[in-house]
């Protein structure tokens, strides 16, 4: 989401609530990623009780654990982006800044270890709602472009700065 009139024009509301990193990035990647993660947790959870839904849910708990801990650019969604999407695209008109994305990784992954540990112990149940919650987020972002967990961010960044 960019804030695109008035005196802000252009800044991203991280950038607005004066909370930028060194880092920006484009904000098509992780856009992209919500694409793949939407599809990779759909089929977790379409497969859940099984093996392979669990190792699914491994699977993307290692992603967002990357894309959290090490960096996005670490993330593999992130790299099969930067190799071969962005290369075929225009630059962006803006770059975002990449803590919210990466607050976003780690409460992604906060869902996914609860919904891996529920799995293990055989809670199928807990485990089909985490996995849920973080396709809808990671659906948000995909289809509307609408990063919960940077907005979260966000929010917290603001009411940290009036207290």
Request: charge should be positive.
């Amino acid at each position: 989401m960019t804030i695109s009139t008035g005196a802000n024009a252009g800044l991203t509301p991280a950038t607005e609530a004066g909370i930028c990193t060194r880092v920006s990035i484009d904000p098509r990647g992780p856009r992209f990623g919500g694409a793949i993660t939407t599809v990779v947790l759909a089929i977790a959870l379409i497969t859940m009780g099984t093996t392979f839904g669990t190792a699914v849910i491994a699977w993307q708990a290692i992603v967002f654990a990357l894309g959290a801990f090490v960096g996005l650019r670490a993330q593999p969604y992130g790299l099969i982006f930067r190799t071969f999407i962005q290369p075929r695209l225009p630059a962006p008109a803006e770059l975002e800044d990449s803590a919210p994305p990466r607050f976003a990784q780690l409460v992604g992954f906060g869902f996914l270890a609860v919904a891996l540990v529920a799995a293990l112990l055989g809670a199928t149940l807990i485990s089909t709602i985490a996995v849920a919650f973080a396709l809808a987020a990671a659906f948000l972002n995909a289809a509307f472009n609408f990063c919960l967990g940077c907005e979260i961010f966000i929010l917290g960044k603001r009411l940290s700065k009036s207290n």
